[in-house]
């Protein structure tokens, strides 16, 4: 095989930037080019509904790198520039301007992006999605105290909004469909903790709630407030919504790679394109500590997916990726950290007694933990994360005592089904 001297990788958020970081550091000649649509340098999103929407940090804190670093490694970074399409077999890009730009490999990590409500206008001053640089600088400027915020959406991006409003003074509602908030990511009773924790900061929250419409002021230039499919009318100055994303599939599909809820890849991360690969939000995935597909929106698998994935490129006998999913969200000053991936099935096991500052829960399903949920208690999602890569058996007993150490389970004999 032909030694590979230029790797053009297509989308320069924090998953391009840190397969640049590591394409670099296994070969210190390799011709490397990051390709970003936004005008910003790569950029980590989760402080974006934090510390830099709430003003206490810089947006340059959310910075991968400074912007001297890309020169200096001898990485092309090229901001602003819109790929028009990916032809592996030929060896190119197409860029907005026409131009084409040769490669030997490709590597797809294009992430995804909000996911429009069909009843919002657009644009208009006043309504809101969060997902860039710019977006927070925006948002963040309507954050006055005393102002009213409506937020559409009851996952984690909205309740991380949701507590910036609240600490900026906000009056703030949220609305999520559902029966409960974080429907698809906790169980009923925890979902219900952080609901507690919320209304004692304030908020109110609407479930079962369909928005109709979003009212415009009298002028027409800002919002009044938000409709909803029972006539329910709630007031708002700011609405944010924060719905959901969509994979950035489009230059894949029509390159010839199969997609079905993100880029489908391998475990290595090849897609079903010869020299095209990808990683990051973009992909659908095995995960072989879940035993299924996944397409995960985190910070962990944006950086250690794409890692992985860089090396492989290079390698002749590349390795699987396959780590436990891991996120944290914080939200009115608790620390929220979440391992594995809850199953609707699962048996919910809580250690010691549930409270909003301080909890822990398991869901084990046929005796193995398959997911672990922290309030306060992230010092434990290490050995949660060890439990549930592991595959040991462990009865709800162990897991319910929280005088038997975490640390003590993964000393039993490990598991040799092949569940």
Known sequence: MSRIQHIVIVGAGQAGARAAQALRAADTDLQITLIGEETAPPYERPALSKAVLLGEASPDSALVE???YWSTQRIDLRTG??????????GYVQLADGSRLQGDQFLLTTGSRVRPLP????????????????????LSTEMQAGRSMVIIGGGFIGLEVASSACARGMQVSVLEREATLLARALPAALADQIAQLHRAKGVTLHTHAQVSSIEPTED???????????????AAEVVVIGIGIIPNTELAEAAGAQSADGVVVDAYGRTTVSGLWAAG????????????????????NAQ???????QNMLLANPVAYAEVPWFWSDQHGVNIQVAGAWEPTAQTVWRGAPNAERALAFALVEGRVVCAVALNQGAEIRFAKKLIE?????????????????????AGPPSTSTH
Request: net charge positive.
């Open 304 to 310: 250690n997916q794409a890692i992985t994935v860089a």
């Open 66 to 68: 400074t912007s001297t």
């Open 81 to 90: 520039v819109r790929v028009e399409a990916i032809a592996p077999h030929e």
């Open 220 to 234: 027409g230039l800002g919002v009044s407030a938000v409709r909803l499919t029972d006539g329910t009318r709630i």
């Open 119 to 138: 009843c919002a206008p657009t644009p208009r001053a006043g309504v809101y999605y969060l997902r860039t640089l710019d977006d927070c600088a925006r």
């Open 281 to 300: 939000d973009v992909t659908n995935h095995p995960n072989a500590v879940l035993g299924r597909r996944v397409r995960l929106e985190s910070w962990q």
């Open 390 to 410: 592991s595959k040991r058996v462990v009865s709800a007993e162990q897991l319910a005592d929280p005088t038997l150490k975490l640390k003590e389970l993964l």
